[in-house]
């Protein structure tokens, strides 16, 4: 069975900072591992795709990487901003033999980024 | 395109009512999914539809729940009788399908069962 962790549950860092937020997961088997960003009371919002044959994708500050084999992805967050304070999901679309998967999602780190 | 569109945001209900959520996917999306997040088991899928049939739906928790795809633009998930551990935020997302793309996510609906 598919699982999905995240470390740490909670970081914070003052603005200007790069971090670097966890995820792991145990059956490489996977078609792809989507990160999202989820404010208060609000719905997740897709930041990055990373399809299994890929290692890394880039969004503006975002950098995700993919090391399928070893079960790890990492979000790299450059020149953190207070704005960027929210809880950040990682999840990954596992493949049942061939057909479409849906998405298990790791419990969140929530990033508070201090001015 | 306005997104995926869940209604109502909140719901407050009476334990045994019977409550009724729902969902309007991205047009053109034939995947659908629905999920519930609780603090202490984050988010689950409870069910999804591929091009309006039921694929997966083992993640319903029990009998009590059941959800229905009449068509591609509409999706509902029932709970009758409610119980109060049914309270949660429920979220509908949608994708084009296939392997590799990505899901959106609509703003929820807060179920309160008292």
């Known amino acids: 069975k598919q699982e999905v962790t995240q470390i740490p549950a909670a970081l914070s860092v003052p603005e200007g900072e790069n971090l670097v937020l966890n995820c792991s997961f145990t059956d490489s088997a996977i078609y792809n591992l989507q990160w999202f960003r989820q404010d208060p009371g609000k719905g997740l919002t897709s930041l990055l795709l990373i399809q299994s044959s890929q290692r890394e994708q880039t969004s503006g500050r975002l950098n995700a990487s993919l090391d399928k084999s070893s079960g790890r992805s990492t979000l790299y967050i450059a020149a953190s901003q207070p704005g960027d304070s929210a809880t950040y999901l990682c999840a990954v679309s596992p493949y049942y033999g061939g057909s479409q998967g849906n998405l298990i999602f790791g419990k969140g780190t929530k990033l508070s980024v201090k001015p | 395109d306005a997104g995926v569109i869940q209604s109502p945001r909140h719901e407050v209900t009476e334990m045994g009512q019977e409550v009724t959520l729902r969902c309007k996917p991205i047009?053109?999306?034939?995947?659908l999914f629905w999920y519930r997040q609780t603090m202490m088991r984050g988010l689950e899928l409870l069910i999804y539809?591929?091009?309006?049939?039921?694929?997966?739906d083992s993640g319903m928790p029990e009998d009590r729940f059941s959800a229905k795809m009449p068509n591609a633009s509409f999706s509902t998930l029932k709970i009758q009788p409610s119980e109060p551990r049914d309270s949660a935020v429920y979220f509908c997302?949608?994708?084009?399908?296939?392997?590799?793309?990505?899901?959106?996510f609509g703003q929820g609906t807060r179920l309160t069962v008292v």
């Open positions: 539809f591929n091009n309006n049939v039921p694929i997966d």
């Open positions: 047009s053109g999306h034939n995947s």
């Open positions: 997302a949608s994708s084009l399908g296939g392997e590799n793309t990505e899901a959106f």
